[in-house]
């Protein structure tokens, strides 16, 4: 079968080359039984330009007006955080490519903070969601495609004998420590230095401390990430060091009559990417279980990525709860609080509130089915091909970062990776140790990538992320690039 996808008119067609540059309103892309894990309408017809000399004179000017009018520019902090002078501004992406306001091609690590497990446009996606827009896009009731989706969630999570459906990764980690909290019936929440959960004020603690003031490595400082989150909810919230089983024992030990959950990132990926220490999950598993404290997965970058049962499946540990969104709509905003039955079923009108307009809109939910069936799809090879991508870029990397002067530690869990630049560092498994990574050198070898067509995030504590689209060629010609890139800032002596 073969379903030809037009933006403006969905019409059936035969094969026809994509013009990888139109205009999305232009873009018509083929869609057919896939053969291989990557569509031929989303592989490029050229090569990635191999040197830009002039960036992106359109994306100062967008940048410019939108400075006038949205605070400091972007609808979200870490869009514009580091971005210097100004950030990128992409104007449309197909698979792993992307290209910005000047018409500027880079393969993109960022893919959107990782919620583009299909890369950008995907065929898939697009039909999934062409065809829902023409049925209703938000019912205000109950679906059967809500049903279809909570079903093949709960058929590749391991904890998921129940789902419940969200928009943001922020709501589903507010959801799920709600529901701890009613089911234990304590009010407290422990979580990790250096672990994100979204943006709502009870886990906006020790995001991102400064080592100057981040206090004892076994003890660290509790400290809020911005101004505005009441002094109160501090009080709520006690923190731990990651990847050390006895600090947290003691944690647990002294205050487990006030600790409704435990929550993390089972594999750190929000101040590079670290990943536990080994058996440190079980270990987990088992304090929490012993002490009486739920535990809380927040599976939102490593779920329907690592493996299709995201880290619970690759470390085999099951948690209480788990919070998933990002890969889970390909690019759709739609979230999942998903877990055991006992806790699951408190939720519902009398027990747990749990709510939200666009919870389950049936946009987002095409657009998971999309995601989740093309990713299960070939048995699963999707999440083989990821993680095989990310050793070969992490083994690449780690290669040509072995010269003086641009010493690094990549860290890679499966598709996700991390570059810590540092003479001294020779592993990165704390949290603390993250922070000795320099930045500004980072900064500087991410902006030789870009000339050369390369899209990270300019933070080097920001993961680059692998995505079922990016093909071997792809990991060649970043290599390639980032080894013309320490070459060219070595010989201005740029260490
Ligand atoms: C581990 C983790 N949890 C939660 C969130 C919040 O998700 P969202 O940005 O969809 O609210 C993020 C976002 O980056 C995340 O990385």
Redesign the pocket.
């Given at each position: 079968m073969s379903t030809t996808v037009d933006m403006k008119d969905v019409k059936s067609d035969e094969k026809k080359p994509v013009d990888v540059m139109a205009k999305p309103d232009q873009l018509t892309v083929t869609l057919s039984a896939p053969q291989s894990l990557i569509p031929d309408s989303i592989q490029p017809a050229e090569p990635p330009a191999v040197e830009l000399t002039v960036l992106s004179n359109r994306s100062k000017q967008i940048f410019e007006e939108a400075l006038k009018i949205i605070p400091s520019g972007a609808s979200?902090n870490m869009r514009v955080h580091l971005h210097e002078p100004y950030p990128v501004i992409f104007d449309h992406g197909r698979g792993s490519k992307v290209w910005d306001a000047d018409g500027n091609e880079y393969i993109d690590y960022l893919m959107a903070?990782?919620?583009l497990i299909l890369g950008h446009a995907h065929p898939n996606i697009i039909a999934g969601i062409t065809e829902q827009i023409k049925k209703g896009t938000l019912f205000g009731t109950t679906t059967e495609l809500e049903v279809e989706v909570a079903k093949l969630v709960c058929s590749c999570v391991p904890c998921a004998e129940m789902v419940s459906f969200a928009?943001?990764?922020?709501?589903?980690?507010m959801e799920a420590i709600r529901i701890a909290r009613a089911v234990t019936g304590k009010d407290k929440l422990l979580k990790f230095e250096g672990?994100?959960?979204?943006?709502h004020d009870y886990v906006l603690y020790s995001v991102d401390s400064p080592s100057a003031v981040a206090g004892l490595e076994s003890a660290p400082a509790k400290l809020a990430y911005f101004p505005g989150i009441p002094d109160a909810v501090s009080q709520t919230v006690l923190i731990a060091p990651w990847n050390n089983v006895s600090a947290l024992e003691r944690t647990l030990k002294k205050r487990n009559n006030e600790i409704a959950a435990v929550i993390c990132?089972p594999v750190m990926?929000?101040q590079g990417v670290i990943a536990p220490a080994p058996d440190y999950l079980k270990q987990l598993r088992e304090l929490t279980t012993k002490y009486d404290v739920l535990l809380i997965f927040?599976?939102?970058?490593?779920g329907f990525r690592l493996a299709k049962g995201g880290a619970q499946e690759l470390y085999g540990v099951i948690p209480d709860l788990a919070?998933y969104?990002?890969a889970l709509g390909g690019g759709a905003?739609i979230?999942a609080v998903a877990g055991k039955r006992e806790y699951m079923s408190q939720i519902g009108p009398g027990k747990i509130g749990y709510g939200g307009t666009y919870n389950a809109n049936a946009i987002s939910l095409a657009a998971a089915k999309a995601t989740l069936e093309t990713l299960l799809a070939h048995n699963g090879d999707s999440f083989k091909h990821m993680a095989e991508m990310g050793t070969k870029l992490r083994d690449g990397l780690k290669e040509v970062f072995n010269v003086p002067g641009y010493r690094a530690v990549v860290n890679a869990v499966g598709p996700v990776l991390s570059i810590a630049f540092s003479s001294r560092l020779k592993e990165v498994v704390t949290y603390r140790q993250s922070l000795l990574a320099d930045q500004d050198k980072f900064e500087r070898f991410r902006a030789e990538m870009l000339r050369r067509g390369i899209y990270s995030h300019p933070d080097g504590a920001e993961r680059w992320t692998l995505t079922m689209v990016h093909t071997e060629k792809d990991i060649e010609n970043t290599i390639t690039a980032a080894r013309e890139s320490i070459k060219a800032l070595r010989s201005r002596k740029e260490t």
């Open positions: 979200s903070y990782g919620a928009n943001t990764g922020t709501e589903a980690t672990h994100y959960h979204g943006h990132e990926t929000n927040d599976e939102v970058v490593t919070c969104a990002k905003p979230a």
